[in-house]
């Protein structure tokens, strides 16, 4: 199991992105700038995943491991961001700041375990686990052959 943190300035991945094992260690440090990567950093000692899950609608595009991940992360985006529809109550009290969600991609690819650890108030917080829950079904990690668990932790900045 991977957990994965990212930081998203105007809905583009930016600065650094860290995938850490169960017990803390980072396996893979990436840095981005407005959404391109700069630099990649792997622990080659032990890699605990082959594939990491993906969100769909890259499939058919025949791009590269590299390519296709950036992709997966994208269509993520314009998922959360497609449907993020700021509450009104939120609004007028011009509240902004970050949410911060974790979710497990299951061996089905469905989404599964959903806490929003920081929600910035409770009808955002409402929001956030709403849009996470109606999440299509991704395509499942993968070690060697096997279907594997995936935790994943998301920063949504809120302005």
Known sequence: ML???????????HGEQIKLDSVGNVKIKE????GK????????TKILIDLMPKFPGCENMNL???DFDICSKNKLLEYIYGNLKYP??????EVQGKALAQFVISKD???INIKVLNGVDSDIKMLVTSI????PKWTPGKKMVNQLMYYTLYLLSLN
Do not use: A, C, H, P
């Open 88 to 93: 009104k109550k939120s609004r007028e009290l």
């Open 109 to 111: 690819g469905s989404v």
């Open 132 to 135: 996470l829950e109606k999440m």
């Open 64 to 66: 590269t491991v590299d």
């Open 31 to 34: 840095e981005f700038n407005n």
């Open 37 to 44: 990567l700069i630099s990649t950093t792997i622990d080659t």
């Open 3 to 13: 957990i994965e943190v990212s930081n998203y300035v105007n809905g583009e991945l």
